[in-house]
């Protein structure tokens, strides 16, 4: 049974980083694209961006200058990093498997940017 | 980039209802449409993938269907369980999109 765990800061202060990793289990990340949507308060789901082994990337536009996504094969682990972050980036931040349909999902971790 | 609008972005309905979702995409997507339902505090959950496959484990009253730009999500018997709210989204090019998401009442 794949299984996806958001992890990381639940507060983070404007115009710092923040830094989320999602551990996987049940599937080598290897072997699929891994997704990133977040979620704020109330609001829709958007699409932050794709990995795939290798370093290959697509970032939506709307960040494209502040993220970076990156994957750790030896922990199996994928991260997330947002520059410079304002209070539009609270929100639940969520990691999930494929990007052409994207069928397991982490259980979200909420970051607060406040100072 | 994509846009989707979904509608309507709230209805009211009662179990044993048949419900229709609609999504429109702002050019043709063929057949790259998903559906996810999410309750409130839980991540969204796959339905339907390629407009009209049903996800394993996904009860059969749930289907969809179009093609090109217009798209409908279809729940033939609304179930307690079933009241969530629902978003599609493309795969058709990145960046991928969702639309606004329609919350399905009692």
């Known amino acids: 049974q794949v299984q996806l765990q958001e992890s990381g800061p639940g507060l983070v202060k404007p115009s710092e980083t923040l830094s989320l990793t999602c551990t996987v289990s049940?599937?080598?990340?290897?072997?699929?694209?891994w997704s990133w949507i977040r979620q704020p308060p109330g609001k829709g789901l958007e699409w932050i961006g794709r990995?795939?082994?290798?370093?290959?990337?697509n970032y939506n536009p709307s960040l494209n200058s502040r993220v970076t996504m990156s994957v750790d094969t030896s922990k199996n682990q994928l991260s997330l990093k947002l520059t410079s972050v304002t209070a539009a980036d609270t929100a639940v931040y969520y990691c999930?498997?494929?990007?052409?349909?994207?069928?397991?999902w982490g259980g979200g971790t909420t970051v607060t940017v406040s100072s | 980039d994509i846009q989707m609008t979904q509608s309507p972005s709230s209805l009211s309905a009662s179990v044993g209802d048949r419900v229709n979702v609609t999504c429109r995409a702002s050019?043709?997507?063929?057949?790259?449409l998903n559906w996810y339902q999410q309750k409130v505090g839980k991540a969204p959950k796959l339905l339907i993938y390629?407009?009209?496959s049903l996800q394993g484990g996904v009860p059969s009253r749930f289907s969809g269907s179009g093609s090109g730009t217009d798209f409908t999500l279809t729940i033939s018997s609304l179930q307690p369980e079933d009241f969530a709210t629902y978003y599609c989204?493309?795969?058709?090019?990145?960046?991928?999109?969702f639309g606004q998401g329609t919350r399905l009442e009692i």
């Open positions: 999930a498997r494929r990007t052409d349909y994207m069928d397991v």
């Open positions: 049940g599937a080598s990340i290897s072997d699929y694209y």
């Open positions: 390629a407009a009209s």
């Open positions: 990995i795939y082994t290798g370093g290959s990337t």
């Open positions: 050019q043709s997507i063929s057949n790259s």
């Open positions: 989204q493309h795969s058709y090019t990145t960046p991928r999109s």
